[in-house]
């Protein structure tokens, strides 16, 4: 779908009711911080949607991903699973707990360190990951369709600039 000149979108119609009340620079900010929210808030749930079929949650994926991309041991810290995935210890503790009564992952605590516990992906959950990324990717793609593969270039590396003033590099 391409946007005619003078069409209007939801957040349009928000910012309409403050234009007068806000300067131009604080105008665009909200605006744009609105269309980010919603934008991330129809991708999760559309991906929600098209996973639901295949009887696997998007954290689910999403934990298991991370250990997938960790050559070769598959094979994290509960500690990098939180900055990782952006989560709580004890939303990490739940989310590995379900997983591994599914047979997904494993624990155990380092042996080098033993304050910390080792999460690792099974076999089980590396083939039920495989079984599912394409839907995922599929999703992602076609919600992010309307932008040309240009526009999406020069969107992920404003984003990239955004994400790193806030929080550091890798």
């Not at 309307?146 to 550091?168: I, K």
Request: glycine residues 4%.
């Amino acid at each position: 779908m391409v946007t005619r000149p003078g069409q209007q979108d939801y957040v349009d119609i928000l910012t309409e009711v403050v234009a007068d009340q806000l300067d131009p620079e604080t105008l665009r900010a909200k605006a744009l911080a609105y269309r980010v929210r919603r934008l991330a808030h129809r991708l999760e749930t559309e991906i929600k949607r098209e996973l639901a079929p295949h009887d696997i949650e998007l954290w689910e994926l999403e934990l298991l991903a991370c250990l997938m991309r960790t050559e070769p041991r598959h094979q994290l810290t509960a500690g990098q699973l939180m900055t990782q995935l952006q989560l709580t210890s004890g939303a990490v503790t739940n989310r590995v707990s379900r997983l591994e009564r599914s047979g997904w992952v494993t624990r155990e605590l380092d042996p080098d360190d033993r304050r910390s516990v080792l999460v690792t992906l099974t076999p089980a959950g590396s083939e039920r990951a495989t079984e599912v990324f394409a839907v995922k990717t599929q999703a992602e793609q076609s919600l992010l369709a309307a932008l040309s593969p240009t526009a999406q270039s020069r969107l992920n590396d404003d984003l990239r600039t955004v994400l790193l003033a806030l929080e550091g590099p890798a």
